[in-house]
């Protein structure tokens, strides 16, 4: 007789060495989608929530909840460690939310730093009282099913780019931006030239430059 498949499937994963994730709190994200060649921000039409809550940087903890569905980001409040940001694909649908106040919450009270989806959430009063910054692509009344399958610390691709739990996952008024696990090292090593490159540049606007430094090094 055949095995049934397990409604969620839920995968271990390694996190990254909090000391370098440390190092990309409150860096601006267009440092840090310099820093990997330009690229790295989810689309555009992600918004956070609540506006005045919109910071966050933590380690990806993902969720496959599917259209119309939250039974994986359910379960994946059991993966949650203090730091994660819960990164749950709603392949997405946006014809209900995937989540309010009430998970949201829940997954604050276990140490959670963010939330990210390509579906929508609700209860917007609630979510301001949780505090919880939270990315949506909208948001609805609507409420999702609870029937799964899904996944939890599998590959999910959300919002255009593919994330992997243990990614380091960063957001500001710029956007959300996903730094893969294996280049974060070497995002963390580029950052220091950014960061003084971009201080002389502001320098030079603030002195009364009306050209980029670099027109003028051309032959």
Sequence with gaps: MIEEVPLIQVAAFARPDPALVAQLRGTPTGFVCDAMGGTGALDHRLRPAVPEQLAMCGVALTCHAGPADNLALIHALDSVTPGDVIVAAADGYTGCAVTGDLLLGMAR???????????????????????????????????????????????????????????????????????????LAEVVARLPAIREAEARADAAVRAGAISPAFLKQRP
Aim: glycine share 16%; with cysteine; proline share 8%.
């Design 109 to 183: 009270n276990r140490g959670a730093t963010g939330f990210v989806t390509d579906g929508c959430v609700r209860d917007l009063a609630g979510i301001r009282q949780v505090g919880l910054p939270a990315w949506a692509m909208g948001v609805t009344p609507n409420s999702p099913h609870r029937n799964g399958p899904g996944t939890v610390g599998h590959p999910v691709t959300v919002a255009g780019v593919l994330v992997n739990a243990g990614d380091v996952v960063l957001a500001d008024a710029d956007g959300v931006v996903v730094v893969p696990r294996e280049r």
